[in-house]
């Protein structure tokens, strides 16, 4: 079975500071990740995926993640975020597109 | 017109009373999914299926059930309500080798 884990549940930000939030994964198989967004009373949208290729993704709204294999992690950055950007970030897995397993989400706070 | 609709958008009902939420989507995906959503929890996946004759069990799907009308249309039924089933319900379709797609969500509220 897959799991995902955020560890942070909250990560307060200055505007236009950098900004890392962590995706560890579990799987026994190969699996394709992803990075969702939910702003405030809406529903997620995605922000970028990793099927193959390239470990480093590039997505939405000036966004990226790293797949690093060894460290089963799937890392989201911004190097600058907006006020705009505050939202609940969701990490998730898969292993073929069947079934979608999902971490618990971090709420990005980006403070003025 | 959103792909992926949801109705009611939220809903407020008592303890023991039948509720359904509704989906539809116009993306013509093959796969549809019912997923919660509570605070520090994530999504945890209810129901999913993958054509109309096809319904499968998910993670947390006790006290629920399910009805795939069509290929466009997937129903979550709560038989009888109970205050722990308060949560924000998802609705998701798939298709192929490609991301879910998400409904705006239903605020339930069992009191």
New interface residues.
Partial sequence: AQS?T?LD?QVPVFEEAPVELRCNYSSSVSVYL?W?VQYP??????LL?Y?SGSTLVKGINGFEAEFNKSQTSFHLRKPSVHISDTAEY?CAVSVN????Y????TKLNVKP | DADVTQTPRNRITKTGKRIMLECSQTKGHDRMYWYRQDPGLGLRLIYYSFDVKDINKGEISDGYSVSRQAQAKFSLSLESAIPNQTALYFCATGAGVNEQFFGPGTRLTVL
């Fill in positions: 995902v955020q549940s992803f969702y009373n809406q529903g997620l949208q995605l995926k099927l969701f597109f069947n079934k979608f999902f971490g618990s989400g």
